[in-house]
């Protein structure tokens, strides 16, 4: 079960995702503004319903900070001599903890491969998005395995958990912003990584089986005229 899920038509599709947006901020709004109206009518004990509200205010401001880091002009490209195994290095760093408090054993196949000039930032953001996913469908524990290699002027950047996976109609909509299967999930993690490696000229791949865990494959050409 190998499928292609970036789809340039649908991410270039900017009036779809202005409504995306509308209705994802609109939904949070509803249930605070409802919530507030509750207390007027009813007198009733202020606080109580202070948990549900504060969680639905972060929920907006999930999505704002998403949206923002997508809307980045591209002319703030910083391009930096990066090495990606090194960037894999420091990134996943910031989930050592959380993956050792859960039995997540990491385990790196780095080959040795060039350095190459690109925005470190944005491809920081893609492997953490990586990385947060698969600590995510790990809750039970397992490995998360990332490889990287450089083949016929193009990396290759895989990263396998041993996690929940997914069910077909998942794997296909995983493009689509804000899709998520997550109470907490604000479904803009993968749409910003297929976006961000779309500029960079490459693709990304995913191979999921449910209960038997995802592989996410990126590929990124040297050669990204951008
Ligand atoms: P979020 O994590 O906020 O839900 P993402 O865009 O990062 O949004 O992911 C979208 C959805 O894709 C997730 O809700 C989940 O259903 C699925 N998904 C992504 N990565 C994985 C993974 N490693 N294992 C299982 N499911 C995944
Ligand atoms: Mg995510």
Redesign the pocket.
């Given at each position: 079960l190998e499928k292609e899920i970036f789809h340039s038509e649908k991410l270039n599709a900017i009036g779809q995702m202005a409504a995306g947006i509308a209705h994802e901020i609109r939904n949070p709004l509803t249930t605070i503004k409802g919530f507030l109206e509750l207390e007027n009518d009813n007198n009733s004990s202020a606080g109580v319903y202070k948990p549900l509200l504060i969680n639905e205010i972060e929920r907006i401001n999930s999505i704002l900070n998403s949206m923002l880091s997508i809307s980045k002009p591209k002319v703030s490209n910083k391009v930096v001599k990066t090495n990606i195994n090194q960037l894999l290095d420091e990134t996943i760093l910031l989930f050592v903890n959380v993956l050792k408090n859960k039995d997540i054993t990491v385990i790196k196949k780095f080959s040795k491969i060039p350095e190459f000039y690109v925005n470190d930032d944005y491809l920081r953001q893609v492997f953490f998005?990586?990385f947060?996913?698969?600590n995510?469908?790990m809750e039970s524990g397992g490995s998360l395995t990332i490889k990287t290699s450089f083949e016929d002027d193009q990396f290759c950047i895989s990263i396998s958990?041993t996690?929940?996976?997914?069910e077909q109609h998942?794997v296909n909509q995983?493009a689509t912003p804000f899709?998520?299967?997550?109470e907490q999930?604000?479904?803009?993690?993968?749409?910003i990584?297929y976006r961000i490696i779309q500029d960079l000229g490459g693709e990304i791949k995913v191979q999921?089986e449910k209960n038997k865990?995802?592989t996410?494959n990126i590929y990124i050409p040297t050669k990204a005229d951008n």
């Open positions: 998005n990586m947060q996913n698969a995510e469908a958990d996690g929940i996976g997914m998942v995983l899709f998520t299967t997550k999930g604000n479904g803009l993690g993968l749409m990584s999921s865990g995802t996410f």
